[in-house]
C-alpha cells in the first residue's frame, strides 16, 4: 500500500501461493531493472552475519499484506541457509500504524512471533479488531494465551521503541511508499505491485538473490 493512502494492489491472488514460483518470471521474461525492481543508489549497511540480507516490509493493517503472508511465508521456508530472510513492520505515521509496528517487535522480543503473526492479521482483517489501544491489545493477548500486562510492558519498553526506530530508518533507505515489498541485500528493491504480481514478486527476489550470490549485481 502507498505511503498516500496505504494501499498496493496485489495483481494475483495469493491463493495457489507457492506452485510455480521459481520460473514465474521466465513467463514475463527476465526481471528488468527499472520495471520490476529497483537498484538503489546508495547501498545500505549490512548486517555482519555475512549472509544475504532479504527483508519484507509490511503493516498488520495493510489487506494485500495480509494476502501476501501465506505465499512469503511457505516460500521464506525455503530459503537456502545463506540466506538471512526478515521481517520488518513499518510505520508512515505514528497513528494508528505505530501500534502494529511495536506489536511485532514485542512478540519477536518474546519469542513469540511463530505462535502470534498470523493471529495478529486474523484479528484485524478476519474479526475486525483494531489493536491500535493498549487495552485492546492486552485483551487480545491474553485471550490468545500470552501474559497480556507482560507483553504490554515489553511493547512500551525502550528496546521496541529503538527497534521501531531502526525500521522507520531502514524504511527510509530503500526509499519506501508501500507495503508490501521486500529489499535484498541494502541495495535492490521489488514489490508484488512492482513486479506485477505476489508470484513474480517472489520469483524476481529469488534472481536478485542469485545475482547477489554470483556477484553479478
Not at 555475512?50 to 501476501?68: D, S
Not at 511485532?104 to 512471533?113: K, S
Not at 525502550?158 to 526506530?165: D, G, I, K
Request: glycine share 8%; charged share 20%.
Amino acid at each position: 500500500m502507498k505511503r498516500r493512502e496505504f494501499s498496493v494492489a496485489i495483481a494475483a491472488s495469493a491463493v495457489g501461493a507457492v506452485v510455480g514460483v521459481a520460473p514465474a518470471y521466465a513467463q514475463g521474461g527476465a526481471p528488468v531493472e527499472g520495471k520490476d525492481y529497483l537498484r538503489l543508489a546508495t547501498p545500505l549497511p549490512l548486517p555482519t552475519s555475512g549472509k544475504i540480507e532479504v527483508v519484507e516490509f509490511f503493516w498488520y493493517g495493510c489487506p494485500h499484506c495480509n494476502t501476501f503472508e501465506p505465499m512469503l511465508d511457505a516460500w521464506a521456508k525455503r530459503l537456502p541457509a545463506d540466506v538471512n530472510f526478515r521481517r520488518v513492520p513499518v510505520a508512515f505515521r505514528e497513528e494508528p500504524y505505530g501500534a502494529h509496528q511495536r506489536i511485532y517487535f514485542a512478540l519477536e522480543q518474546m519469542n513469540l512471533t511463530e505462535a502470534m503473526h498470523r493471529k495478529v492479521f486474523a484479528a484485524i482483517h478476519v474479526d475486525h479488531q483494531r489493536l491500535d489501544k493498549p487495552a485492546d491489545i492486552a485483551a487480545f493477548m491474553t485471550k490468545n494465551g500470552v501474559d497480556g500486562a507482560k507483553f504490554l510492558e515489553i511493547y512500551n519498553s525502550f528496546s521496541v521503541q529503538t527497534r521501531a526506530r531502526q525500521a522507520s530508518q531502514l524504511a527510509q533507505g530503500y526509499k519506501l511508499d508501500g507495503v508490501p515489498a521486500i529489499g535484498i541485500q541494502g541495495k535492490y528493491f521489488t514489490s508484488p505491485s512492482m513486479a506485477g504480481s505476489a508470484e513474480r514478486g517472489l520469483a524476481v527476489t529469488d534472481y536478485l538473490i542469485q545475482r547477489v550470490r554470483s556477484k553479478t549485481g
